[in-house]
């Protein structure tokens, strides 16, 4: 699988929500820079945490529709363009867009580090 694969399709897990997916993608010791916590974000380091960040991503954004664009590989690295859209029953639907970085290591991903633009 290529690394454009990895981080724009199916296969990287976010889109189905699946944790264990993306433990599999990654290093023993990534890093996932979160794009909503205290920090600004929150920063998750190796499996344990990674997997207690990737729930917590899912919960936040639980009633989001992923859209995720064409990723762009420039070696070892990579950028990835996303859209979350919100439908609320009693309110209008809203619309985050975001971007990730990426960087890579022997094939797997070492570093995540998400940027979300939200309206207000």
Do not use: N
């Not at 344990?48 to 529709?65: K, N, P, Q, S, Y």
């Not at 990835?80 to 290591?105: K, M």
């Amino acid at each position: 699988m290529g690394l454009a694969a990895v981080v724009g399709g199916p296969a990287g897990g976010e889109s189905e929500r699946d944790v264990a997916g993306l433990l599999d993608l990654m290093t023993d010791d990534a890093v996932y820079a979160a794009s909503v916590g205290p920090e600004p974000g929150r920063t998750f380091r190796g499996h344990l945490e990674l997997a207690g960040g990737f729930r917590a991503m899912f919960e936040h954004d639980a009633d989001a529709v992923i859209e995720q664009d064409e990723p762009v590989v420039m070696g070892d690295w990579a950028v990835s363009t996303w859209t979350y859209r919100f439908v609320v029953a009693d309110g209008p639907q809203r619309c985050e867009r975001g971007i990730d970085l990426w960087r890579f290591r022997e094939g797997k991903i070492c570093l995540k580090d998400a940027y979300r633009k939200v309206g207000r």
